[in-house]
């Protein structure tokens, strides 16, 4: 399946799961989000593995989830900006390590919600503008193609600026990965072709190329790597001590590794995701519940919440059916958002009017009803359920 093929069912799928503009409800629009996501890493995955049916084997005798297919997985519940309950099961890598609480995974796309929080906390103190051209915006690159020059931040970050490239494949451990401006040229040594915006902004089209974007927005405004500004206005103003774009060290202390359907271990125990905003990001389910707390603080106007609440809103209100600003939105208004690298997915919702999160992450390539049954087997009070 091309990627071209691939974009045109995504959105086929999305006019389907719509009703007058609106997600029929939260499990069909969470159904479409994951998909869809699972589509675009699936589609460029190294040597076809990819996201497969498994089942989750119930709840445990004692209470807490069960593995089920999965090799391991770890699960956060926060309320009022407090996590509430942590819980682990499983190994880091199969027949190793167990995971705990501190175990980092690769959180692949659920990168670009955090990713969102940074654009629009450049944003909320003046420093790019969200729906001024980006290519006006930018200063090493240009975003190509006859939709080019129309392509603004807003866009990208709901995945309708009509720009390439689904998803990343990602590189092996050992290899020299290649530049972002690279990446976005595909050129030299890259895995995925030039980011282009060559379809009219409007529609949904999921675009991990659009996310590297505005990774390089994010260094051009800032004069600092992509990394280190994440770190300094991201992670430490929301606790999140566990999260990094650093890649584990040989050996791995403390963090998962990958695996494919079959319980195989990822060559190298995980790959590379040089596309940091997209991608990259390793963390642990506590930490992504803190994140999102900070997005529910913000949208109630907290004193010390990290966005504005006018931008949080905007953030947080759907643009074509359930993407909004790096986050989807069901019609109930419960935001979600899912992963998936090559040995790794994940899940994060929160829900604004109990103010809780929940995040899994899963460290084999789980289907998405393996996801909903780890969730939906935990003995905790869930306002919501999958």
Known sequence: MSPQTENAIMSRNLAKHTLNGSIVDR???????????????????PSGDGVTAQTASGDGDDGTMATGDIVGAGISFSRNARIEMS???????AG??????QTRFQAASISKTVNSCAVLMLADVGR???DRPVNAQLRRWQVPGPFGDTVTPSMLLSHTAGTSVSGF????RDSQVPTLVDILNGAGQVNTMPVVA????????YSGGGTSVLQLLVEDVTDQPYASFVQETVFAPLGMTRSTYQAPDRPVTNAANGHYRDRRAVEGGFRLYPELAAAGLWTTPADLCRMSDGILRSLRGHADAVLSRETALRMTSPVVGPSALGIFV???GVLFHAGFNAGFVSL???DPASMTSVAIMVNSEADPNVLAGLFDGVRAPFPFRM
């Open 87 to 93: 819980q682990s099961v499983g190994h880091r890598t």
């Open 198 to 205: 060559d379809q009219s902004p409007g529609q949904f089209r």
């Open 27 to 45: 499990r069909r629009a969470m159904q479409f989000a994951l998909g869809a996501l699972a589509a675009a890493r699936f589609v460029l995955l």
């Open 128 to 130: 790019l503008e969200l």
């Open 330 to 332: 069901s019609d109930d």
């Open 96 to 101: 190793g390590a167990d995971v705990n609480g």
């Open 348 to 350: 994060l919702l929160a």
């Open 169 to 172: 494949p990602g590189y092996p």
